[in-house]
């Protein structure tokens, strides 16, 4: 097995990064100093706070935008990080959209783009980036999924398919890479104060707490540490897990 090179040399990608979750691990791994890349779409405002957050770390930090749906610009996103000398020992698939509504409302085209972003988005930036981790025999890929992957959600059947898959994804893959020295773990988060959580007005926000043994949402900075402590050099005996930090609602 190839010693990695020392974690805070090592360089870390967050699809998805900008803000939410995603901002709070891009600045928990900034706070020692490695290499950070910032994954975006459209929120480039966003994505540059949260760079400026991290950099006051001394971290060094690249954003960069690609449609998760598209394999070309994928492709040109690991051009960019290869030309900037940033290529990931760590990749986090945290970007990802959501719907709320009856199943019998989904149109055909929601269905496919939610597929498109959680799931197929999750798969070529995975193959995209798994290489080098392969041929260096070191590596973590950790994906965002959510408790609803496990346990489904009324109300919300297109994303918790969605998600399931990205759980299933992640066990398939953790059995493929184990040989190279690369795990695969997903993270699935119960209900987190953030802005997917906008549509949901205070009594219904409250209603949830209630159905939570721990009373509350939980805060992206709760994720952020689970995802980096699953990051770890320390922390390669555990893959293909599917842990869900969700105050005791799902047990």
């Keep these: 097995m190839n010693k990695p090179r020392p974690f805070t040399e090592q360089t870390v990608l967050i699809m998805g990064g900008s803000r939410g979750i995603g901002?709070?691990?891009?600045?928990?791994f900034s706070m020692v100093g490695m290499n950070v890349v910032i994954h975006y779409l459209q929120s480039h405002e966003a994505a540059n706070e949260t760079a400026r957050n991290c950099m006051k770390h001394g971290a060094k930090v690249l954003t960069a935008t690609a449609d998760l749906r598209s394999k070309e610009q994928i492709m040109r996103l690991q051009e960019k990080l290869s030309h900037h000398e940033m290529v990931p020992d760590?990749?986090?698939?945290?970007?990802?959209?959501?719907?709320?509504?009856?199943?019998?409302?989904?149109?055909?085209?929601?269905?496919?783009?939610?597929?498109?972003?959680n799931l197929k988005g999750t798969f070529l930036t995975t193959q995209?980036?798994?290489?080098?981790?392969?041929?260096?025999?070191?590596?973590?890929?950790?994906?965002?999924?959510?408790i609803w992957?496990?346990?489904?959600?009324?109300?919300?059947?297109?994303?918790?398919?969605?998600?399931?898959?990205?759980?299933a994804f992640t066990k398939a893959l953790a059995k493929e890479l184990a040989p190279s020295n690369v795990t695969v773990n997903a993270v699935a988060p119960g209900a987190v104060d953030t802005q997917m959580m906008a549509n949901f007005d205070l009594s219904e926000k409250a209603a949830i707490e209630n159905e939570i043994p721990a009373g509350r949402l939980g805060q992206p900075d709760e994720i952020a540490s689970l995802v980096y402590f699953l990051?770890?050099?320390?922390?390669?005996?555990?893959?293909?897990?599917?842990?869900?930090?969700?105050?005791?609602w799902l047990t």
């Design 23 to 28: 901002a709070a691990i891009a600045e928990r």
């Design 90 to 117: 760590i990749l986090v698939n945290n970007a990802g959209i959501s719907q709320y509504g009856l199943l019998s409302d989904v149109t055909e085209e929601q269905w496919d783009d939610m597929m498109s972003v």
């Design 128 to 146: 995209q980036f798994m290489g080098p981790m392969i041929r260096q025999k070191y590596g973590r890929i950790i994906n965002v999924s959510s």
């Design 149 to 167: 992957g496990i346990s489904g959600a009324s109300c919300e059947v297109a994303y918790s398919t969605a998600k399931g898959g990205v759980n």
């Design 231 to 248: 990051a770890l050099p320390e922390s390669g005996y555990i893959t293909g897990q599917i842990i869900s930090p969700n105050g005791g």
